[in-house]
């Protein structure tokens, strides 16, 4: 069975620009995930979506948006790309959380964004 | 609001020797807690998952604890091996469908 796969691989931007990272889910999880690990700075939770809806948001700007498609696949836009915004990108996926209950995440290789 | 703290930062042994990696949370109303592996410049390797009814998980090497109670975890690695070297994440699962992760201890195991 497939994991979680993330691409691209890497992406090269130059401050300003938007930058777009696509994650599929194992098949079968509803719920993605997405992480920013930026040197120095640990790994942080950036967004949550599950069925089709964004369900939590971490602290960061605006300019960080996604989505979920009907087939559960995401997109990671980031806009007016900073500097600071270099970092491994990480894509995680699960079943739907139920009202009292988790579910492992499953992670995907990452997208290494580099900002010029 | 939860943190999660992992001592030793940094640790390097010779090749053969048990550890122990530790991690400790703030909020001890946590579902599950779940260990990683990160080689540098590489996504994450799952390790062991503990659930929150549980104390203990093992798996080869590694045996995994959770204390609620007092809000620690600690990652047992016997008889290391120079393939071990990695960054080792500590993460917990609360109620708002993230993992917070501790910054992670790097291992270093010398041949």
């Known amino acids: 069975e497939a994991g979680v796969t993330q691409s691209p691989t890497h992406l090269i931007k130059t401050r300003g620009q938007q930058a777009t990272l696509r994650c599929s889910p194992i098949s079968g999880h509803t719920s993605v995930y997405w992480y920013q690990q930026a040197l120095g700075l640990g790994l942080q939770f950036l967004l949550w979506y599950d069925e089709g809806e964004e369900r939590n948001r971490g602290n960061f700007p605006p300019r960080f948006s996604g989505r979920q498609f009907p087939n559960y696949s995401s997109e990671l836009n980031v806009n007016a790309l900073e500097l600071e915004d270099s970092a491994l990108y990480l894509c995680a996926s699960s079943l739907s959380r139920g009202a009292l209950s988790y579910n492992e995440q499953f992670f995907g290789p990452g997208t290494r964004l580099t900002v010029l | 609001k939860q943190e999660v703290t992992q001592i030793p930062a940094a640790l390097s042994v010779p090749e053969g020797e048990n550890l122990v990696l530790n991690c400790s949370f703030t909020?001890?109303?946590?579902?599950?807690l779940q260990w990683f592996r990160q080689d540098p410049g590489k996504g994450l390797t799952s390790l062991l998952l503990i659930q929150s009814s549980q104390r203990e998980q093992t798996s080869g090497r590694l045996n995994a604890s959770l204390d609620k109670s007092s809000g620690r975890s600690t990652l047992y690695i016997a008889a290391s091996q120079p393939g071990d070297s990695a960054t080792y994440l500590c993460?917990?699962?609360?109620?708002?469908?993230?993992?917070?992760f501790g910054q992670g201890t790097t291992l270093q195991v010398k041949p």
């Open positions: 993460a917990v699962y609360g109620n708002t469908g993230k993992l917070i």
């Open positions: 909020d001890s109303a946590i579902y599950n």
